[in-house]
């Protein structure tokens, strides 16, 4: 960008609010940390500065670390031309800047200027905490799986139980108890995934070598007493060995990318649907940058989430529709009025619908791992690990659930995740994601519990036989919820969190 534009871009976007300007300025800026030769560039560049009223954070006395901000491996200029520039105006929220020296990761010939700003931001809604996920397959490498479900035993081990006709207290405290006692049985003897961010997929043996020997001759680097300039040789190795490590990277990711365009390119004559999924896949956004709000587009995190968040309540939320087939919605509501009556007289002995602590086993067993949690952090792998004792407590939690018809809050809250429909449809359009909503695993599994008692009710009542072969199988989700537990005033899906 020339400084024409820069100017042009500044003065637009500072009638707004203030603006502050961070990069790579390839030209020097004088300051109080040091005196410097302003060449023709470095002159230019001042007095746009100077007319806008505008500094550099870094080059004032209050900044810590080196002043330089590039060094060349070849031994060549060491220069500050990086810098954060902000209004003087601005200078009141400026709380502290520092050059970071050096860092392992960094393989850049620049070093990263930090600044730290004392800003009052509005209010905003706790958080719920991240959950950490357990790394399932490194417990069952090095056995703490075993201490995990001897926790969980300990744990719910003597904890009494509420008769079977109990309230909805009691259910909420029953389930309460199970779930704390996963939870913190899995905090104390399982290992959690960590995310590193710098691992890539052509992060190969090669690499991770070249990395680690610039990590071994930074530690003599920084032993020696951290010496800059190419005169001293655990500087030198240490940048020898960092520029290594640097083309390495770049080198494996050079052939990553032949061998994946190679792949692509065998595919598109061979299998064009792998192709094309592929492709696909490769060129998806995992996220969603932008939203449009009342016409504005906006790109804030937060108002992203608030956005569709209003737009999922909107769908789920009762109303009336101009816009509707009045034939349809007759059909609809004949159906439901005959599901009801061929239910209402139909006396069934809840006894024959209690489950065990044997049937819970099982269904834990055909779990399927690597699936996604509920808002509670519990993965299926909880159960299938948790032991006899867990699936027993759950035997009579869902007992009892079955008994009384309450659901557990618990389960009436999920986390909605949006998907792009796709289509041609705009990206910033609310209207173009779909909810799928992540429930606790638990009602889940309590739902196959249910799934199972309806062969056995399908023999002594006409409900199913009014729905054709297709539908059967919806229908048994919606016999649960609208025949077992018609007591409850409310459905397990009508709390929805983002």
């Not at 009342?294 to 009762?318: R, V, Y």
Request: include cysteine; hydrophobic fraction near 35%; proline fraction near 5%.
């Amino acid at each position: 960008m020339c400084l024409d534009e820069l100017q042009e871009a500044y003065s637009a976007l500072s009638e707004r609010s203030p603006v502050i300007i961070l990069g790579d300025f390839n030209a020097k800026i004088a300051g109080p940390r040091a005196n410097v030769n302003l060449d023709q560039r470095a002159s230019m560049l001042g007095e746009l500065l100077s007319e806008n009223s505008l500094i550099s954070i870094n080059m004032q006395s209050f900044c810590t670390g080196p002043v330089n901000t590039f060094y060349a491996y070849t031994g060549g200029p060491q220069t500050p031309i990086d810098h954060i520039v902000v209004p003087t105006e601005l200078m009141y929220i400026i709380h502290s800047a520092e050059v970071i020296d050096d860092n392992p990761l960094n393989v850049s010939d620049h070093h990263p200027v930090v600044c730290l700003l004392a800003i009052d931001l509005p209010s905003q809604p706790a958080a719920n905490p991240p959950i950490r996920r357990p790394a399932w397959n490194k417990a069952l490498q090095n056995g703490s799986i075993k201490d995990y479900t001897h926790a969980v035993s300990n744990s719910l081990w003597g904890k009494q139980l509420p008769a079977l006709d109990c309230d909805r207290e009691d259910i909420e405290h029953l389930t309460d108890i199970i779930t704390m006692a996963l939870t913190m049985a899995a905090s104390d003897c399982l290992p959690v995934r960590h995310f590193r961010r710098y691992l890539r997929p052509y992060w190969k043996e090669q690499v991770k070598d070249f990395h680690d020997l610039m990590l071994s001759y930074r530690h003599k680097w920084i032993l020696d007493g951290r010496p800059r300039g190419m005169t001293y040789t655990s500087f030198r190795d240490y940048k020898k060995s960092k520029d290594k490590f640097r083309a390495a990277m770049k080198e494996a990711a050079a052939l990553y990318e032949t061998e994946h365009f190679n792949n692509l390119d065998k595919l598109y004559d061979i299998d064009q649907k792998t192709f094309w999924a592929l492709l696909n896949n490769r060129n998806k956004k995992s996220h969603i940058s932008t939203i449009s709000v009342s016409g504005n587009h906006t790109t804030d995190s937060l108002e992203i989430c608030h956005a569709l968040a209003d737009h999922m309540k909107t769908i789920f939320s009762k109303g009336v529709d101009d816009h509707f087939d009045q034939n349809f919605k007759d059909h609809l509501e004949g159906r439901v009025a005959e599901l009801k009556h061929c239910t209402s007289n139909k006396i069934i002995d809840v006894k024959c619908l209690l489950t065990s602590q044997s049937e819970v086993s099982k269904l834990c067993k055909s779990l399927k791992n690597n699936k996604a949690c509920g808002f509670d952090g519990i993965y299926y792998e909880h159960l299938k690990h948790g032991g006899s004792t867990l699936h027993y407590y759950l035997s009579e939690l869902f007992n009892r659930i079955i008994t009384t018809g309450s659901i557990p809050s618990q389960w009436k809250k999920g986390i909605i995740i949006p998907i792009f429909k796709g289509g041609g449809k705009p990206r910033t359009s609310p209207d173009s994601y779909r909810g799928v909503t992540l429930l606790p695993v638990m009602s889940k599994l309590f739902e196959q519990v249910i799934a199972n008692r309806i062969p056995q009710f399908q023999d002594s009542t006409d409900f199913l036989i009014l729905c054709n072969a297709a539908s059967r199988k919806a229908s048994r989700r919606l016999f649960m919820h609208h025949s077992s537990f018609r007591r409850q005033s409310t459905t397990t899906r009508n709390g929805m969190t983002l």
